[in-house]
């Protein structure tokens, strides 16, 4: 269980987020929504515990704050939205560095650290590519060995910010189909409303630091909600049962009755 209660989160005078509440139950996949700047990425860095705010954040029944470096790593693995690339390694030699997370200092690593980052690799579907280099993997292939990496380290709960960026339509599906399988405790920024209404099973809709909708997917995301915080009209349709929305097809309706 991931959970914030009345979190708020500043950077100097700006207020990234306000007293926000929020709940991933087991094994669920809960999306964070919202404009450019409504908090998404900070709330997830509060989370991981990287930035610290008022109110609280908890895992399972801790409190982040209260843990160690090492005891957050082995609770939450994160995939962050700009991994940066460069890095001189094989995707296995990526992978297996998710198991350092849970070491400490320059101890090597051991059979159950090469099982670990093996599993993954096929869990996450990336075995063919374990001798490949990271640099020459498509956008698609390099964003699974990430979530590989994500998932050697061994964690019950995994963060990601928006982790289909620079994807194409088929891989976007690919990775979040692939996420949403994994029976761990999920907390995902996506920028795509019809991929969150999708892959979801619960979203918290942010604007300006606030919670303005959290909910089942078919309850957040309506046009009455949505329109106000996107500042563009939003027309729904259901298909098989996910709501999939089309955007900027007329006004958006008056906010204000008088
Ligand atoms: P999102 O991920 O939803 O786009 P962010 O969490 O990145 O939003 O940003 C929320 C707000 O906090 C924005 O107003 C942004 O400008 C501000 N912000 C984010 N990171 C920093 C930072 N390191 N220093 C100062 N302000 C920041
Ligand atoms: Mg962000």
């Known amino acids: 269980m991931i959970g914030t209660r009345g979190l708020t989160v500043r950077y100097g005078r700006t207020v990234a ?10 094994g669920r996949t809960l ?12 709330m997830l860095r509060t989370i991981l515990g990287a930035i610290d ?18 005891q957050r790593a082995d609770r939450i693995a994160v995939v962050a939205q700009e991994e940066p690339s460069g890095l001189p390694s094989t995707a296995w030699d990526s992978v297996l560095l998710g198991r350092s997370a849970r070491m400490s200092g320059w101890s090597r690593y051991r059979p159950d650290d090469e099982r670990a980052a093996q599993q993954a690799m096929d869990r996450a579907g990336v075995t063919h590519l374990a001798h490949r280099h990271v ?7 390099r964003q699974r060995v990430l979530i590989a990496r994500a998932l050697a380290q061994g964690s019950t709960h995994l963060l990601l910010d928006e982790p289909t960026n ?17 029976p761990l405790t999920t907390v995902t920024v996506l920028h795509d409303l019809n ?18 909708a959290a909910g089942a997917p078919a309850d957040v995301l309506v046009p009455e909600l ?23 097809l007329g006004a958006p309706r008056p906010q204000d009755r008088w």
Do not use: M, W
């Open 53 to 70: 705010g008022e109110g609280t954040v908890t895992v399972d029944d801790d409190l982040v704050r209260d843990l160690t470096p090492r």
């Open 17 to 26: 987020v306000a007293d926000a509440d929020l709940v991933a139950a087991d």
């Open 166 to 182: 620079h994807l194409d339509v088929r891989y976007q599906h690919e990775i979040l189909g692939l996420v949403h399988g994994l």
């Open 195 to 212: 991929l969150a209404a999708r892959y979801c099973d619960e979203l918290v809709l942010l604007h300006g630091g606030h919670v303005v």
């Open 226 to 248: 949505l329109e106000p915080v996107y500042e563009i009209s939003v027309r729904r349709l259901d298909v098989d049962g996910v709501p999939q929305l089309v955007f900027g």
């Open 135 to 141: 640099d020459d993997l498509s956008g698609g292939e």
């Open 31 to 42: 999306g964070l929504i919202g404009p450019n700047g409504s908090g998404k990425s900070t």
